[in-house]
């Protein structure tokens, strides 16, 4: 198993040249979920590589030996053998049993409907063109980074707000479509530490290729702090400060109508920022958390996301607003 | 209108420009085809290109996400509807009566109907990348954007507001009509034109495929049609046939979509694997092996292509149980088509092999098309399938297959037969160079997307970031996009170039079996000068029972009628793109006009009297 993978990742690498570091690489699975699906494709991918083999060769042997030439007594005209046919027929129904025992019991094994016992619950909503996430058992509400606990049992519980969307973080298994009005599951145990990053599969408009996301699995210590950060409510700016007067313009803006922040806005379509500090990100997965990308953002996100539903607002906010309000959404961790 | 008779002299077909539009000569018919989609392949090879530039390298910028999308699904809608089934129809048009000893098809002005909407339809689709100012759109275009399958409820008006679908919706059922008109036209010819003597188990493969293709058409497309009309409604009417708060919901467009779409997989290769299986016992010059097993087979591929669409659902959560079934339906179709590939090798073997062009192309199709079908097998299973659904793999897959696969096999048949519909062979040297530069352009562009799709990168996605590490791939991938624009253009060269100074075409140019060998190229108005008689299914080879038929007569010895040209055809097919101005404009009126145009058009064809 090791030697194949190896084998297959060479494969890729020599064909890149250099190569690496592959973050949505299907080869590099971190949970029980995708090494269940990579070890399965790894079955099929060696059956196929030998019918390959096989059957490219006698085409190419039949080319060769069978080449014009000169002098040649014309061929017999056969037309059939019937036990050759009945040969044929069975040997790749042969194969396929191989190929579709071991899927079918996959297929069971990776069902995710019923919640693992002691697990984690996430819920996802799919949006144009981000990704809500809920923690019911632990109230916590939150956007595009998803933080799970490595090592337990997660149930990803996958929906969507508007259109269709998928939801694919590959290192941590397969895609599920998030769908308006049906849930998808998916289950899964990360087996390591990591920043894992994934997208949006399924097509779903201007910025289908915008809608990026990622699984942050930390140690459960690790976890239970940021779980905690998220139950608690905003962070409140100190008197006189540069975030308090952001908080004013916040309060004041479009910005309410759309976002949430605990205590201080009820808006439900946009991303909840009640912790937006607290992430590494922001726009989907599109840039760094950082002041000089929050104010473009916040000036004209239309441009850095075609079709993103958050205007320009109008009139303009003014440098010093922006300034002010990215004070403070810095000061909500 | 012309009236034409030939007597003791072959009659020179009539020319001009108004005797191509009023054809009704299924050969012309079928060159008319031929270059109407070989200029659709080029547009949307064109797009292809731009596609590839774009993703190059990550965060390209040659478009935006806006016309990212229009172009991809332009692409896919184009070469599948525009290119690759009308390709097909045009060797329909040209070969199937000469293949089957008829003088034309069953309903001649039927299928001068069938290209007059094919041609409008596609003009209607790729007018709407110049529309946006009839929109006040802020844009010149506005094509089409939500891909080819086109999923419910992106596609509803809330969340596609502008024209762009409205085109999509209304062009596919403008087409849909001229597929299933000349799907119906196909069969009645096939079954019932056939030459004295060709029994259903005498019917060239390519014939036989032909017809199963029919039968696929006229039962897949009325689906689509449903899925469209439904479409229409929701967005022009207000009705929730797709929309999920109303209590419906969107998958019931991907169940019916698929249910169309998998058949249709199938409506594009088995024309491809029937000419490989003329082109394979003529330059082996060996019977096909297993004759009737590849038709048995062809026809199993038939029905069993209505049994696996939900492989296409995987990622919809349908259930571990259909998600079984479907995976074990969509196996078991390997079996059949198995089973073609090894007769096709069975056919080689043992052979005489001339390597001509066409032989190259039919072999090239094998070679290609094994490698679809097995990354096929891989996404047959549908938790590996949750990995490489709607990523780069697929697309690596349908392109094998429809690229190494469907446009392998036509250049195999337009290589073998474009000597007889012109009357000129192609260059081999230049067919050769054409045949490489495609085969490595091919295998560049599309093998590295088996490793973008598995490292991560999903499709439709107009820009990547660097680090997920496969711009070199893309980058190469590029590169083969190019090299097979190029050979496209060898072999445009080709024709161009024996188009004037080429030797001609004798009547049998390589020694074939079927009919369509024993006439001049390119073939008089009537095909036979006398209606052959059929005692076997190579009736121009010897075989063990029967000597070869001897060639018809090169003068008739009695005049032939050979029915006029027609205009109402075309006036019947204009009635349709005006009927769908109507609802694209929002002006009820329009669509009667349409409908008096296209009754009108009807009505003059059916009382056109016969002797014109």
């Known amino acids: 198993m090791l030697r194949s993978r190896w084998w297959l990742t060479c494969a890729a690498l020599w064909l890149v040249g250099c190569g690496g570091p592959f973050p949505q690489s299907t080869f590099a699975p971190r949970s029980d979920f995708a090494r269940a699906t990579d070890v399965l494709f790894r079955d099929i991918f060696w059956w196929a590589a030998a019918v390959f083999v096989v059957v490219e060769a006698l085409l190419l042997v039949a080319l060769i030996r069978f080449r014009h030439r000169e002098g040649r007594a014309a061929p017999k005209p056969t037309h059939g053998h019937t036990v050759l046919e009945i040969a044929w027929t069975l040997a790749p129904a042969v194969i396929l049993v191989f190929v579709a025992v071991p899927t079918v019991r996959t297929i069971f094994s990776t069902a995710a409907d019923e919640a693992p016992p002691g697990g984690l619950k996430v819920e996802v909503i799919g949006h144009q063109w981000w990704w809500e996430y809920k923690y019911p058992d632990l109230g916590i509400t939150t956007a595009n980074e998803m933080h799970v606990p490595v090592g337990k049992p997660v149930q990803v519980a996958i929906t969507s707000a508007d259109v269709i969307h998928s939801f694919w973080a590959p290192v941590l298994g397969g895609k599920r479509d998030a769908i308006p009005g049906h849930v998808n599951y998916i289950a899964f145990r990360a087996d390591s530490v990591g920043d894992y990053s994934g997208q949006c599969a399924e097509f779903c408009g201007a910025s289908h290729g915008n809608m990026r996301l990622r699984v942050l699995v930390d140690r459960d210590s690790a976890f239970q702090v940021w779980a905690e950060d998220q139950k608690g409510g905003p962070a409140v700016p100190p008197k ?80 010093a607003d922006i300034a002010a309000l990215v004070a403070y959404l810095q000061s909500l961790r | 209108m012309s ?43 064109i797009e292809a290109l731009v596609i590839r530039t774009q993703l190059a390298q990550p965060n390209g910028h040659l478009v935006g996400a806006h016309t990212y999308n229009e172009l991809f699904t332009m692409h896919g809608t184009t070469m599948i509807f525009l290119a690759l089934m009308p390709l097909g129809a045009s060797f329909f048009n040209y070969i199937i009566p000469l293949q089957i000893g008829a003088r034309d098809v ?10 007059w909407v094919f041609l409008l339809g596609g003009l209607f689709l790729n007018a709407s990348w110049i529309a946006g100012p009839l929109f006040h759109a802020p844009h010149l275009s506005v094509a089409p954007d939500d891909g080819w399958f086109g999923y419910a409820n992106l596609t509803e008006r809330q969340f596609s507001p502008g024209p762009n679908i409205d085109f999509w919706l209304l062009g596919l059922q403008i087409l849909g009509i001229s597929s299933l008109a000349a799907g119906f036209n196909f069969i009645v010819t096939i079954l019932n034109l056939r030459a004295p003597g060709m029994k259903m188990m005498r019917l060239p493969t390519f014939t036989w495929m032909t017809l199963v293709t029919q039968f696929l058409i006229i039962t897949a497309f009325p689906v689509i049609t449903v899925a469209l009309v439904f479409l229409m409604f929701d967005r022009f009417f207000g009705t929730h046939f797709y929309v999920h708060e109303a209590g419906a919901t969107p998958l019931l467009w991907q169940h019916l979509f698929w249910l169309f779409g998998h058949p249709e997989v199938y409506i594009l290769i088995l024309p491809a694997m029937g000419i490989v299986s003329e082109v394979l016992p003529t330059f082996s010059r060996k019977p096909l092996f297993g004759y009737p097993v590849v038709v048995y087979s062809g026809i199993l591929i038939g029905f069993m292509g209505w049994s696996v669409w939900s492989h296409h659902m995987f990622a919809v959560g349908l259930g571990p149980i259909a998600d079984s079934v479907f995976a074990a339906t969509t196996m078991l179709i390997a079996v059949p088509t198995g089973v073609k590939i090894f007769n096709w090798i069975a056919t080689l073997w043992g052979g005489d092999i001339r390597g001509t062009t066409a032989l190259h192309f039919a072999v090239g199709f094998i070679a290609m098309f094994i490698i679809g079908g097995l990354s096929g097998v891989t996404h047959a299973s549908p938790p590996t ?74 499709r439709r996605i107009y820009t990547y970031a660097p680090e997920l590490g496969v711009g070199d791939l893309n980058l190469v991938s590029t590169v083969g996009a190019f090299l097979i624009a190029v050979s496209i253009l060898v072999f445009l060269f080709n024709i161009w170039r024996t188009g004037r100074h080429g030797p001609r075409a004798s009547n049998d140019p390589w020694g074939g079996a079927t009919l369509e060998w024993s006439i001049p190229s390119p073939p008089p108005v009537y095909n036979f000068s006398v209606i052959p008689t059929v005692t076997s299914r190579l009736p121009r080879w010897r075989t063990e029972r029967h000597g070869p038929m001897a060639d018809p007569p090169a003068v008739p010895p009695a005049p032939i009628h050979v029915p006029g040209g027609s205009w109402w055809p075309m006036v019947a097919a204009l009635g349709l793109p005006v009927m769908a101005l109507a609802p694209l404009t929002h002006t009820l009126w329009v669509v009667f006009v349409g409908a008096a145009l296209l009754l009108f058009g009807i009505y003059r064809w059916a009382f056109e009297p016969f002797e014109i």
């Open chain 1, 240 to 319: 006189s400060s540069l975030a308090e007067q952001g908080k004013t313009v916040y309060s004041r803006s479009a910005c309410i109508g759309c976002h949430t922040i605990q205590g201080v806005s009820p808006g439900i379509i946009g991303p909840n920022l009640t912790h937006v500090g607290s992430r590494t990100t922001i726009a989907a997965g599109l840039f760094p958390n950082d002041s000089a990308h929050l104010a473009r953002w916040i000036a004209d996100a239309p441009s850095l996301k075609p079709g993103s539903l958050m205007t320009r607002m109008q009139p303009p906010l003014t440098d």
């Open chain 2, 3 to 45: 009236h034409a008779t030939a007597s003791a002299a072959p009659a020179a077909p009539a020319a001009g420009v108004r005797s191509w539009l009023t054809t009704t000569d299924h050969k012309r018919i079928g060159l008319l085809y031929f270059w109407t989609a070989f200029g659709f392949f080029l547009i949307g090879g």
């Open chain 2, 106 to 115: 069953a309903f001649p002005r039927l299928n001068a109907f069938s290209y």
């Open chain 2, 385 to 458: 399938d949750l990995q490489q659904t709607d990523t780069y793999y697929v697309v690596a897959h349908i392109h094998y297959v429809l690229f190494g696969g469907t446009i392998m096999g036509l250049f195999a048949g337009m290589y073998y037969w474009w000597p007889k519909m012109s009357g000129r062979l192609l260059s081999e040297p230049l067919g050769k160079w054409h045949f490489w530069l495609q085969f490595v352009g091919m295998n560049l562009a599309f093998f590295p997307m088996h490793f973008i799709g598995l490292l991560g990168m999903p």
